[in-house]
């Protein structure tokens, strides 16, 4: 029953393709009329708008709407500027200075000028996830004219422009923050976007309203650069945590897009004369990661023999459920589009299990049938308890002793980050600007894969400032994890939205596809 | 009866210490981090350690305990460690969201149930009663939120009459709360009115039953005056209880029901604020609906002595 | 109607002391009911069909087979298989197991306590004072904070699940046993009793607690589907008995979004949780009226 995993290569190049299709028209949008209303129904959303106090991504999407950062990422995950005009690093790679652009107010109708950069920026440096990385290379943030702000570097890098890609670094007017600390939320967000928050209410959405002063970039839009049309007058959010309400709100035409539905929903909505499939292909890893300090995890003779022992692809077909929702793809940075999509030092046959080698790197371990831990939180059954069950049965009939402990996502983030509670847990990872973002990748996160070579190997990363050198390290770096697997892939999961039909150029890219101020909305 | 009142408007005082000494253990009993949650899954642990200072969640239990005495005391429910709002703002808010829903699903299940409850009990064995009964039994064998998922199919996706969630405040217009309150009200009251159909047909036959009864019709009163004035009466006493409990399930257990039709409910904001970690949101959300309850409860006891004259308070 | 409701007078000039007026053991009255008679068997396929399981439709349920998923009712599968592939007879059998425990243990031990605790507070009004005021608190602690922090605190297991519904579910039952006494103490035949010095033991099994069974039995038969299905909804918002067990509550949870693709994961485990309830409930009235004194009196 197998599936060769080219058919299923196939079928998601041809919904790429159907994606696409979508996706050109809207360059053909480009001659459409301005107006309408976009509805969104979205599953979840956060107690507040402002990015910089959580580091749940999910909790972003309010300000990736009406917010902008000095940089962008576009569909191939570069960062482009976006309220830079230019960028600059001094000859031995110590010092960034960017300009920004002219013209812009934020939704206050204050100029922006470069204190609301530094403002914004020292913020964002003292929060959490990748605010740390930011202040791990960043010594200094200063703004000599309103129009300049200079990064000094602890040491040449070359990945602060990637890091200001990312929703919490976005520039809010310094008045607006008020001395706001990282963890106390701003009450308003005050940004540079195309559309303003007109109200923002919790447990219930968002309405925007289209900010006319609003000066957009002439590059072609990718992804979240390039310019920005914001073509409907108001985008509402709309929460609706249960996924068949969400199908059911865009068929009745209650919502022009359905976010986040199971695959299984594929049929409804492809049937359906009136709605659209959106495939997101490569959109996330789903992984289990290891305690690599303490317990019988921390022997990587173990982690061999999990790694050759378990089948994948039932693993991701128990958890996707659509078998062309899914790859088999080993690569650390899911998205093909992105230059650190890698395949160095995957084994011979990754795709399928080896019990002869699985057996020999058990016989070399330590592992005497103590009981594993293994950690899911109730939240996220799909990715973590589908993907976890699967494998834990292949490797109980290997011959592993292994608990799965489910949880409340609260007690989750609390137990595995605990060396003595846990063995293992579930995960999932997307694609990443830059490696060094990767939180896998970080010594004090969960797992604590601190070897020496892989911190020495993520220093030099850290510090090279050559592409073509720094891939070179990466590739060293997913060499070691395929030879040590402080963590396992299992493949890389496509994702589901839906649209009404009329809407125009909504995005199946992995690497944003919230940008509704390019989406034209259904004339009604 | 005012002294009775009075009285039992003292003792509601106890009674709400109950929940929220509780809900203040259990919360900070049980594992899990609100300067986690907050943090999200990227954090490090200095940067939740950090915040837990911040929060003053490093405090010992004791002290905790005490400072949150005190500001129970003097009214200061203090402050959502998410929407950084005060939760004597917060609460009100959803709580109007649920008391509304739970109203109109209790008008709507007392309704159904006196009816039919008091027909089936009247018509006992006949073919009306036992479609009553079958009918109630099957209501009280469905879980609520496959009501809701086949309301949503019959009313808003097939017949499109109504909408399929969302929420609008009465502010916005009667009609227009109506419509966006209708299914969820729905939803939920089945299942009540056949719990309660099943109370008032049970106690009716009870009280059709007694002596006095027999005693009224022997005496020649017209039927509806033995129904409506004695019987009906007198068999409503379980089914006040019922309703009581119903209302009190009502306000903390609607949440399958607010997810499903996202609706900003309290038992939503209550589940969330649980998962969250969000101590001051947790507390005034238990305080709120132990004081509606306290007072729900009282009521309940007042028309016991009204409706039942057997029941002497002294 | 009047005909109906209205029966010839049998006992007017009897009083309160021929109240029990029993021909024929309970079983057999009971076995000359032909909806309690089909109740029963109801109940002891499910139950049979659950304890042994393992002999009738094998055992693992829960073992996940993708390669499987979504096949329609077939010999092989009977009920089909739901989206993991899953065997749905298994799952709707050994489901049955963890769903009629919850009911029975929850209603076992939330109605003795009920019981107990409600004469109590009934008969004397001291202890009432001071439990009715604890079980106002009780009842105005919300089930779902109860459920989610024990879930917190111990995990998702059937054992969170059924001590945190065993605390929700006393307060309610109690309520309406206190309710039932309240007005069966008022009652001539009780003052009668305490009068020529009955001991209180005695009027409480006597005369009491036989004047109060039918709620109790009613009330049982709430409980019982309500626990059954507190854990179903439980297990809506994630709250339940957790995925490394089945229930059918847990089995409706996860198939709801598979309606329209492969309606039998819904309809069977839906089909067995109606079953069991309309079974009970069914029962339950049976045994009401051949418990009840006064309308057996009036058969």
Known sequence: ?524 | MLRYIGKRFLLILPTIFVPLIMVFLLLRLSPGDPAGMILGDQATAEQIAALRAELGLNEPLGVQFVIWLKNIVTLDLGNSLFFRDPVVEIIPRYAGVTVGLATIALVLAILIAVIAGSFSALKRNSIVDRSIVTTTVLGISVPEFWFALILVFVFAVTLRWLPVAGYTPPSAGIIAWGTSIALPALALGIRQSALMTRMMRSSMLDVLGEPYITTARAQGLPEHVVIGRYAMKTAAIPVVTVVGLSAGYMLGGTVAIEIIFALPGLGRLLVEAVARRDFPVVEGGVLAISLILAALNLIIDIIYAIIDPRIRYK | MQDRTNPPNPGLDGDDKEIVVVTKPVWQRLLANPTAVISVLCLMVLVLGSVFANAVAGSDPLRINPSIRFKPPSFEFPFGTDNLGRDMFKIVLHGGKTSLLVGAVVTIISMTVATVLGLLAGYYRRVDMFLMRFVDGLMSFPAIVLATAMTGYLGPSVGTVVTSLSIVLIAPSLRVVRGQVLVVRELQMIEAARAVGVPTMRIFTKYILPAVSSPILVQASFIFSAAILSEAALSFIGLGIGSEDISWGNALTESRNYVSRAPWIVMFPGLALMLAILALNLLGDALRDVLDPKLARRR
């Open chain 1, 1 to 524: 029953m197998r599936i060769p995993s080219n058919s299923k290569g196939a079928y998601l190049r041809e919904a790429c393709a159907t994606a696409l299709v979508i996706g050109m028209s809207a360059t053909f949008a480009a001659a459409a009329e301005r107006g309408g209303t976009l509805t969104v129904a979205i599953p979840q959303m956060g107690a507040s708008p402002d990015p910089v106090v959580t580091t749940f991504g999910t909790n972003w999407m309010t300000a990736a709407v009406a917010c902008e950062g000095l940089f962008a990422i576009d569909e191939s995950w570069s960062p482009q500027p976006m309220l830079a005009e230019r960028f600059s690093y001094n000859d031995d790679g110590t010092r960034l200075t960017v300009t920004l652009r002219d013209g812009i107010t934020f939704h206050s109708g204050a100029p922006l000028a470069a204190s609301d950069v530094v403002a914004s920026l020292e913020r964002f440096k003292s929060s959490a996830g990748i605010g740390a990385s930011f202040a791990g290379v960043v010594e200094s943030i200063s703004a000599p004219d309103d129009k300049t702000v200079v990064f000094d570097l602890a040491a040449a890098s070359p990945i602060v422009p990637g890091i200001l890609t990312v929703t919490p670094s976005v520039i809010l007017s310094e008045a607006s923050l008020n001395g706001a600390n990282a963890t106390t939320p701003v009450e308003a967000l005050d940004c540079t976007g195309p559309y303003k928050v007109a109200e923002f209410s919790p447990d219930q959405g968002v309405t925007f309203e289209r900010f006319d002063s609003y000066v957009s970039r002439s590059e072609p839009s990718s992804a979240e650069a390039g310019a920005k049309h914001a073509w409907a007058d108001t985008i509402e959010f709309r929460l609706q945590p249960e996924a068949s309400i969400r199908r059911d709100s865009l068929l009745t035409g209650e919502v022009d897009i359905a976010m986040e539905l199971p695959t299984d929903f594929y049929d409804a909505v492809e049937l359906s004369p009136e709605t659209q499939p959106v495939v997101i292909a490569n959109q996330q890893s789903l992984t289990v990661v290891f305690n690599t300090q303490k317990g019988p995890a921390a022997d990587e003779n173990l982690r061999r023999a999990i790694y050759y022992a378990l089948d994948k692809d039932p693993i991701m077909l128990a958890s996707v459920g659509n078998p062309e929702f899914y790859t088999l793809d080993p690569s650390w940075v899911p998205d093909p589009a992105s230059i650190w999509h890698s395949t160095a030092g995957v084994p011979d046959n990754h795709q399928s299990p080896n019990l002869e080698l699985a057996k020999e790197y058990l016989a070399k371990s330590n592992y005497n049938g103590e009981e594993l831990r293994w950690l899911t939180a109730t939240e996220q059954h799909q990715k973590h308890y589908l993907t976890a069950i699967t494998a834990v049965q292949q490797l109980r009939d290997f011959g592993l002793n292994i608990q799965i402990q489910e949880m409340p996502i609260a007690t989750y983030i609390q137990q595995r980050a605990d060396v003595d509670a846990m063995d293992m847990f579930s995960s999932f990872l997307p694609t990443y600007v830059d490696p060094t973002s990767i939180a896998y990748l970080n010594a004090s996160y969960p797992g604590f894969w601190t070897d020496q070579q892989k911190l020495d190997l993520m220093d030099e990363l850290a510090r090279t400032i050559d592409t073509d050198e720094r891939v070179a390290i990466f590739n060293r770096l997913h060499e070691l994890a395929y030879a040590q697997f402080p963590f396992i892939k299992y493949g890389t999961e496509a994702k589901l939205y839906a649209v009404r039909v009329g809407v125009e150029g909504a995005s199946a890219s992995p690497v944003s596809n919230i940008d509704f101020y390019n989406v034209v909305p259904p004339s009604k």
